[in-house]
């Protein structure tokens, strides 16, 4: 069979081919040589620290040979003895950021420079083609977007609206967990806490917690184990260091693997997702629908100018597959690890259970209305965010113009990585970083305790024009986690452990076992019965 040669292909010269590959060396060559030309004449502002890239790859070869590039990232600003550093993967200038100082000048000072998102693989698949709030580039769609998520989504009054959902949420924790200490079996908080997140984003947006049909004891069943698993499969690649993401025409061999899990995953969420939206969408059409119940309701009946939809179906699916990864990791990690800490510091437990009961009473359930006047709960989860971030680093931000920041030059184009990790654990910001200690979030806080921290000395909920709209509701379901589960049940060790093992989850910020252990009852019987 002969092969099609295109006609303006076949009409150049043979010697065409060889000179374009020297012409793209030649290219590359001198890329690399302004590179280091940048750092040597002093004139010109330096990059930040960092180890000399290759010509083409970069620093990619010693990344990809690493067990871990997020520690071969951390390792190597060590080994610069630096809070700011500059990895070249491929073309791209990677920018991991661990100082607050630098950081608040990356989101406050010039913070309208660093608004944009890189475009990856796994975004791309995730949001549609860029079609979200959180991964979308600068642009009309992301304003469209986060108008849209802020002002009719996360507002005060919608929050207010859907307090019932969550209170659902909360009670069935408490039915949940008393169902395990009543047939004497140990609790994985894991579990309990990722699928209240979940069935919270579920009742949310589809009014339901479950999809199947549902567990006696309140748990998760088969459906909606395998939509929290596919959730956290999507987390575990979003900005996982892909060498496709750097060297795009490798996304077409996928190397890694990253591109099979992520589709895989999304075909998951859409499973579960397309036919309960396709279906809602057609009862608003035929108008055998017309009253908002829930989240989904509210983004399918949005008008624009002309009272025709505001957002199309793929922009509605995309969108809310974005927040069911924003609504369920930060709450559920930050309980686990603050329920293990607590449980090697049994003081810390007992502290904070004196605080609910004095507040509260055994009469009744913790109640949202009580979050304000629980401060040493706060303090603990805010903690718990301090030490134990979901991720190593914040979602990146590109450079959309060249920019001295600290004395460095930051060139357009590049990936900024706040680190979550690197800021929380700073020594040169916080006495004793690796030990858990809520009193150093007390001694300069008279009034109400906030688990953000403006001055980016730690990130709990991104800040700036990419900012979290769910602070409230995020803030609302970590507080309200952590007291249900501290006021409705005592806790221990399995009898076999003396200590729990803190030790993070290979690749992750995790911890490494799932949190396997005793509750029992503190509560009246009736108070566990809905």
Same mark, same amino acid.
């Given at each position: 069979m002969m092969r099609y040669t295109p006609a303006f292909l076949s009409s150049l010269p043979q010697s065409f081919w060889p000179l374009s590959l020297v012409i793209f060396f030649i290219f590359m060559i001198i890329k690399s040589l302004s590179y280091h030309l940048m750092n040597?004449?002093?004139? %010109?502002?330096?990059?930040?620290? +960092?180890?000399?890239?290759?010509?083409?790859?970069?620093?990619?070869? #010693?990344?990809?040979?690493?067990?871990?590039?997020?520690?071969?990232?951390?390792?190597?600003? #060590? #080994?610069?003895?630096?809070?700011?550093?500059?990895?070249?993967?491929?073309?791209?200038?990677?920018?991991?950021?661990?100082?607050?100082?630098?950081?608040?000048?990356?989101?406050?000072?010039?913070?309208?420079?660093?608004?944009?998102?890189?475009?990856?693989?796994?975004?791309?698949? %995730?949001?549609? +083609?860029?079609?979200?709030?959180?991964?979308?580039? %600068? +642009? #009309?769609?992301?304003?469209k977007m986060k108008r849209i998520v802020a002002n009719d989504l996360f507002s005060p009054l919608r929050h207010q609206w859907l307090q019932d959902k969550r209170n659902e949420e909360a009670d069935n924790l408490m039915f949940y967990v008393y169902n395990k200490c009543k047939n004497g079996d140990l609790v994985n908080v894991r579990i309990a806490t990722q699928h209240y997140c979940g069935n919270v984003y579920r009742k949310y947006f589809f009014n339901t917690r479950y999809f199947g049909n549902g567990m006696k004891d309140g748990g998760p069943g088969v459906e909606e184990k395998e939509h929290v698993d596919a959730v956290f499969d999507l987390l575990d690649h979003v900005y996982a260091f892909s060498a496709s993401d750097y060297i795009p025409w490798l996304r077409l061999l996928d190397l890694d693997g990253h591109k099979g899990k992520v589709t895989n995953a999304i075909k998951i969420m859409n499973k579960y997702h397309d036919c309960l939206i396709d279906e809602r969408i057609k009862q608003w059409n035929d108008g055998s629908k017309n009253v908002e119940e829930d989240l989904l309701d509210v983004l399918i009946s949005l008008k624009d100018v002309n009272n025709n939809p505001l957002l199309t179906t793929k922009e509605i699916k995309a969108q809310i597959i974005e927040l069911m990864m924003a609504m369920v990791d930060n709450p559920s990690n930050a309980v686990e690890w603050t329920l293990a800490e607590m449980l090697n510091q049994h003081v810390l437990m007992e502290k904070a259970i004196e605080e609910l009961d004095n507040i509260v009473g055994k009469d009744r359930l913790v109640q949202e209305i009580d979050i304000p006047k629980l401060k040493f709960l706060k303090a603990c989860a805010r903690e718990a965010l301090r030490l134990h971030p979901i991720a190593t680093f914040n979602v990146p931000h590109v450079s959309m113009n060249d920019t001295i920041i600290g004395n460095f030059l930051i060139p357009k184009g590049s990936h900024v990585l706040l680190g979550r990790s690197g800021l929380g654990k700073n020594p040169k910001v916080w006495s004793e970083p690796y030990k858990f200690q809520p009193e150093r979030h007390l001694k300069n806080n008279r009034f109400d305790i906030s688990l953000t921290e403006p001055n980016l000395k730690f990130i709990s909920f991104s800040t700036g024009r990419r900012g979290c709209p769910g602070v409230m509701l995020g803030t609302t379901m970590t507080i309200l986690l952590l007291a249900r589960l501290l006021h409705g049940f005592t806790w221990s060790s399995h009898p076999n452990i003396s200590k729990i093992n803190l030790v993070e989850s290979k690749g992750g910020m995790l911890l490494h076992d799932p949190l396997t252990i005793v509750a029992k009852p503190r509560l009246k019987i009736d108070l566990y019965s809905f």
């Open positions: 040597i004449n002093p004139k %010109i502002p330096k990059l930040p620290p +960092g180890p000399k890239p290759w010509p083409i790859v970069g620093n990619l070869p #010693e990344m990809l040979t690493s067990k871990s590039p997020t520690e071969w990232i951390h390792k190597t600003m #060590e #080994e610069f003895n630096t809070d700011i550093a500059c990895i070249r993967l491929g073309n791209v200038h990677v920018i991991p950021v661990t100082c607050p100082t630098i950081a608040r000048e990356f989101l406050r000072k010039y913070d309208a420079d660093f608004s944009s998102r890189p475009t990856s693989m796994a975004t791309d698949i %995730i949001s549609n +083609g860029q079609l979200t709030t959180i991964f979308a580039p %600068i +642009g #009309e769609q992301w304003r």
